[in-house]
């Protein structure tokens, strides 16, 4: 329930393009009583997840990977100078605090959640979470603009809207593979949500949807008539979405007739523009508030120019590198220890996976608050609960507040994918 309440309360905030310019969907004192209530919702969040982290004896070397990453960031933020008065080192300093603290403790209550009630149940709480934030989002999309414009679903960006767009796909992925949701619809949704993702006319999208489905296929299990039946649905789809749908998706093939430097998402002219300040501090960079330093309005769209901002050109790179290798590492790990749920394993790291190529145009994983931090953090949180040696989760989940039975450490043998069956 406090995921679904905190991805809702960022609806509140979102405004659509219009030729009028843009307008929120809901009145303006209404929205900064959302946006109060959301950051409650977080702060239960992280509450609850502090109390959940005495219930694990270590954390693993995966997850410890990403808080080492944003602890980084955090004592980097620590250092500023400056009085904790300046609203700029202010807002540094809690925002680095914030994600230290989301990336900590959100993973072990994620993983607490599923000891408690099996694997099973939460894929199903996630699709539940999943259908009615689509929901809102076919309803936002209406009022605002009956469709004429890029699908962004309840965000007000189509390039926001594809990063969450693929933690939903994975999740019905997920579903599907451990057979835990209606077969038919989970094909209906996962359809939406794939033609939904070719609307937004995001190209950045595409690259992470191939990802995941490239995996998805890999992992599914399925058979070789399902398989070409699914690939057959999705064939016909994406012909008469072409021909009868939106104009945004022909966005996603229409590069030829775009400068290359001045399109309308300008990231190279930007890139461009930002390189003299890299090379000005090439050593030791500007620091967390590198970006408003060097008076950049909004993000670089590129998280590793952003990190070369921050700490120089060497430090830059160790630290995308960094980043990159524990995003990865949830394939690599897994790959050394199958077991009967590698397959919903490998879905998510597939997903960690997208954010590492995605962040290559956008630098989202220094957002607080934002659907996209709560997603990062239950993506980590699920890869790291299936790579614990000692915790095996019984293939068909746990009854309604019982817990499941407990497995000896997997052995190092290959499932086949008639083991899932």
Known sequence: MLFCLVMLSNSSESVYSTDQGYNSLLPRYLVRYISL???????????DGLLTAFRFNRITPYHGRFIIFYGIMLLSAL?????????????????????????????????????????????????FNVVVLTAVGIAATLVASGFS????????????????????????MANYVQKTVNKGVLIVTLLFLVYA???????????????????????????????????????????IFMEFGPQSAFRITDIDQEDP??????????????WPFIKQKWLFGWGVTGRELIG????????????????????????????????????????????????????????????????????????????????????????NMLLRSETVFELTGAKEGKAPAMAPPPQPEVWSPDDFR
């Open 79 to 127: 250092t500023l100078v400056g009085e904790i008065r300046d609203p700029l080192v202010f807002n540094e300093i809690f925002r680095y605090v914030g994600l230290f603290a989301i990336t900590a403790v959100l993973p072990l209550q994620l993983e607490n959640y599923t000891l408690r009630h099996g694997l099973d149940t939460t894929l199903r709480m996630l699709f």
């Open 197 to 239: 993702q070719l609307a937004s006319g995001s190209r950045n999208g595409l690259l992470g949807l191939a990802v995941v489905a490239f995996v998805f296929m890999l992992r599914s299990g399925v058979g070789l008539v399902q398989t070409m039946f699914t690939v057959g649905l999705l064939a016909v789809g994406a012909w």
């Open 296 to 383: 950049l309005s909004g993000n670089s769209h590129n998280m590793y120019i952003t990190l070369m901002i921050f700490f120089g050109i060497p430090i830059g790179i160790f630290m995308g590198v960094f980043y990159i290798w524990s995003c990865v590492s949830g394939l690599l790990t897994q790959r050394k220890r199958e077991n009967k749920l590698s397959n919903v394993s490998y879905l998510f790291s597939a997903y960690l996976v997208t954010v590492f190529f995605t962040m290559g145009f956008e630098d989202s994983i220094f957002g607080i608050g934002s659907p996209w931090t709560l997603e990062i953090a239950l993506g980590v949180g699920m890869v």
């Open 261 to 274: 430097f001045a399109h309308d998402t300008g990231r190279l002219a930007l890139w461009r523009e930002l």
């Open 37 to 47: 209530a959301r950051w409650g919702f977080w702060i239960i969040f992280i509450i």
């Open 149 to 172: 414009f890029r699908y962004t679903g309840w965000v007000d960006n189509p390039n926001s809207f594809v990063l969450i767009n693929i933690f939903f796909i994975v999740i019905v």
